[in-house]
């Protein structure tokens, strides 16, 4: 069975006048459509022998809408704000959510110059820490900072809330 493509040109009562692709023009009848035929359709033609089945062509390459799907589920944990209600006190955390081990490394080398803060997305908290590199406070507060974190609980991702 052969398949051509077509367009109707026009339409005398029963006789629908078809030009195919090799710009031949074939008169059908209209019972030999599989739908209401109408001028500027874009059909196609089954050729089986003698016999043809006319159908509307449906272009299934062009959009029939926007289908976005974007999954963020692994996406800039580091950029989220979160709340964590597994607090013992009862009271809800709220913060970025950040990995636990890069925070506590971050804080324990990087904490004179703020490198912690950087990564909680704290940046004018990083760059009092930059401007007071040169007495050791940055340095304690980002020890403390680190062991505070080390005793918080983690998410099954390694996360932690921290703010």
Same mark, same amino acid.
């Given at each position: ?21 090799d710009d031949t023009i074939i ?44 999954d963020n589920a692994n996406n ?11 607090? +013992?006190? =009862? ?8 990995? &636990? ?6 804080? $324990?080398?990087? @904490?004179?110059?703020?490198g912690h803060k950087f990564y ?19 340095? +304690?507060? =980002? ?8 005793? &918080? ?6 996360? $932690?809330?921290? @703010?």
């Amino acid at each position: 069975m052969a398949k051509r493509m077509g367009r109707i040109i026009k339409i005398n009562g029963d006789e629908i006048t078809v030009t195919r692709n090799d710009d031949t023009i074939i008169r059908f009848d209209r019972e030999l459509f599989t739908f209401d035929p109408r001028i500027d359709d874009q059909v196609e033609i089954h050729e089986d022998g003698s016999e043809y089945i006319i159908s509307k062509f449906v272009d299934t390459s062009a959009a029939q809408g926007i289908n976005i799907n974007i999954d963020n589920a692994n996406n800039n944990f580091q950029h989220q704000n979160m709340t964590n209600t597994n607090n +013992l006190n =009862g009271f809800a955390d709220t913060g970025r959510k950040v990995n &636990k081990l890069v925070y506590i490394l971050l804080a $324990i080398f990087l @904490g004179c110059i703020g490198g912690h803060k950087f990564y909680e997305g704290k940046v004018k908290s990083g760059f009092l820490y930059l401007v007071f590199s040169w007495t050791i406070v940055p340095t +304690l507060i =980002g020890w403390y900072e680190a062991l505070k974190a080390a005793f &918080k609980p983690a998410d099954s991702n390694g996360m $932690i809330v921290v @703010g």
